[in-house]
């Protein structure tokens, strides 16, 4: 039950694009489409960003976007605002386990 | 809302049950978990257990010490945890859903030191 690998940090300037990677094994990300996404600020809940790879919830900004390609899912962040700025985990079904990320802290400069 | 309680210090080997109350939404038709934070670390899936109790599933680290319960009649989830270690010290979110994780409490610190 190893835990998917994110990258520690990203970073970018407002208005610009970032992307997070989340890659993991053909047991898990590969292997469904139950890839998903958490924003946690400090102090703060997780709150789920995208779900079931793509998905968005209801009141997620559509500047927040998810894909798959392999063994890896991605999070991308259009238009990146000041408020964007949080740790981010991914997370993946992998049978009757649940394997989360170890987090990335998004930087906005 | 999700709201839970029953965290605090205990020792090592011992006991603690955590309850987490839910409101708001239709309780037994969800899948509920349990995902824990370590202080300053990511998160880490616990426990889910389906609508009608009828299966459960565990992170491996604590299968036979953990037990994950619900009462649909009273809209509340549980966590009863044995034989704590110091590396089960954490905040234990109580969260909606098996897979999406869709809405998560804001948790309960357990913290398991001599």
């Known amino acids: 039950q190893s835990a998917l690998t994110q990258p520690p940090s990203a970073s970018g300037s407002p208005g610009q694009s970032v992307t997070i990677s989340c890659t993991g094994t053909?047991?898990?990300?590969?292997?469904?489409?139950?890839v998903s996404w958490y924003q946690q600020h400090p102090g703060q809940a997780p709150k789920l960003m995208i779900y079931?790879?793509?998905k968005r919830p209801s009141g997620v900004p559509d500047r927040f976007s998810g894909s798959k390609s392999g063994n890896t899912a991605s999070l991308t962040v259009s238009g990146l605002q000041a408020e964007d700025e949080a740790d981010y985990y991914c997370s993946s079904y992998a049978g009757s386990n649940r394997l989360f990320g170890g987090g990335t802290k998004l930087t906005v400069l | 809302q999700l709201v839970e309680s029953g965290g605090g210090l205990v020792q090592p080997g011992g006991s603690m049950r955590l309850s987490c109350a839910a409101s708001?939404?239709?309780?037994?038709?969800?899948?509920m978990s349990w995902v824990r934070q370590a202080p300053g670390k990511g998160l880490e899936w616990v426990a889910n257990i389906k609508q009608d109790g009828s299966e459960t599933n565990y992170v491996d680290s604590v299968k036979g010490r953990f037990t994950i319960s619900r009462d649909n009649g009273k809209n509340s989830l549980y966590l009863q945890m044995n034989s704590l270690r110091a590396e089960d010290t954490a905040v234990y979110h109580c969260?909606?859903?098996?897979?999406?994780?869709?809405?998560w409490g804001l948790g309960t610190l357990v913290t398991v030191s001599s």
């Open positions: 079931e790879v793509t």
């Open positions: 053909s047991s898990d990300v590969g292997g469904y489409n139950y």
């Open positions: 708001g939404f239709t309780f037994s038709s969800t899948w």
């Open positions: 969260v909606r859903g098996g897979t999406n994780f869709a809405y």
